[in-house]
């Protein structure tokens, strides 16, 4: 069974860190396109970023580049996203998701989401 599991969210002031972790079971990670996604209470889904499974490239959504990393441990078939600088507007529920074909492709499985919230 598939199964996607985030943790790592919870409540940090603005300019703080948080480090996301999607692991993953029933599947090999590193076989499969892992994208980050969030919602923000009233705003539509946002793709934020994606690792590549055949090259490890990495993408990056406008609005988190240059403060997000993402990263893998295959051997903990975990795929993490250190968050740094974080901003009020970065408040979200987060998720991951594989993404089918490419970092661009549907998003296939899921996550259940974590909460993130930067507030003083």
């Known amino acids: 069974q598939v199964q996607l599991v985030e943790s790592g969210g919870g409540l940090v002031q603005p300019g703080g860190s948080l480090r996301l972790s999607c692991a993953a079971s029933?599947?090999?990670?590193?076989?499969?396109?892992i994208g980050w996604f969030r919602r923000a209470p009233g705003k539509e889904r946002e793709g934020i970023s994606c690792?590549?499974?055949?090259?490890?490239?990495?993408y990056y959504a406008d609005s988190v580049k240059g403060r997000f990393t993402i990263s893998t441990d295959n051997a903990k078939n975990t795929v993490y996203l250190q968050m740094n600088s974080l901003k009020p507007e970065d408040t979200a529920v987060y998720y991951c998701?594989?993404?089918?074909?490419?970092?661009?492709?549907?998003?296939?499985?899921w996550g259940q989401g974590t909460q993130v919230t930067v507030s003083s």
């Open positions: 029933g599947f090999t990670m590193a076989n499969y396109n």
């Open positions: 690792i590549r499974s055949n090259d490890g490239r990495t």
């Open positions: 998701a594989t993404q089918f074909g490419t970092c661009r492709g549907p998003p296939e499985y």
